[in-house]
């Protein structure tokens, strides 16, 4: 089993409309967001702005979560609305004009239409079954680094996403005693 482990400092930030973005991940590793042939992308924005309207993505399915304050998404395709707590989850169809009200930070999924995505909040020890593609995001909020929030033998920190490459084990989360809460994600085509 190999684990990457992608901390903000080593991650790709760049700004949009309505605030900046940090990629974490992008699949295929040669792909390019601008160029949008890409079959996976995992980032984390910053909306700094009380309105603002999402960058089209055509052929994408989208999945958006608040990690820290509230959003209120609607869009201009469908009569669908959503108002987000933190870890509260939308998918949305990439190609919506969709608009946001709220100032947070998020955290967004992207894969090419098609390919499916199960989304979870975890806050207690898991076994993670064998996948794809897994990942688990550990939001940037207070806690302490423990030796007891750990993905197998290694410790988990904050503002950092990481990627279970060999799909064919189980992999053991633990979180008790932690105080921490992170994102799940596990992508199949």
Not at 71 to 96: I, N, Q, R, W
Request: glycine letters at 4%.
């Amino acid at each position: 089993m190999e684990i990457t482990a992608i901390a903000r400092h080593q991650a790709t930030t760049s700004t949009w409309s309505g605030g900046s973005t940090t990629e974490f991940f992008i699949y295929p590793p040669q792909s390019s967001y601008k160029k949008r042939d890409f079959t996976i992308r995992i980032s984390s924005a910053t909306v700094d702005v009380e309105s603002s309207e999402f960058t089209l993505l055509p052929g994408y399915t989208r999945l958006i979560t608040p990690l820290t304050n509230q959003l209120y998404l609607s869009f201009k395709e469908t009569a669908d609305t959503y108002h987000l707590k933190p870890y509260e989850v939308a998918y949305f169809d990439g190609a919506y004009h969709t608009f946001s009200k709220g100032k947070a930070t998020d955290f967004n999924v992207m894969v090419q239409q098609g390919m499916k995505v199960n989304y979870s909040v975890l806050t207690s020890s898991s076994q993670l079954n064998p996948h794809e593609h897994r990942f688990i995001y550990v939001p940037n909020l207070p806690f302490v680094p423990s030796a007891k929030a750990r993905i197998g033998n290694l410790q988990i920190q904050p503002d950092t996403l990481y990627y279970l490459s060999d799909c064919t084990e189980t992999v053991p989360l633990f979180l008790e005693d932690a105080a921490v809460t992170v994102l799940y994600v596990e992508i199949s085509f």
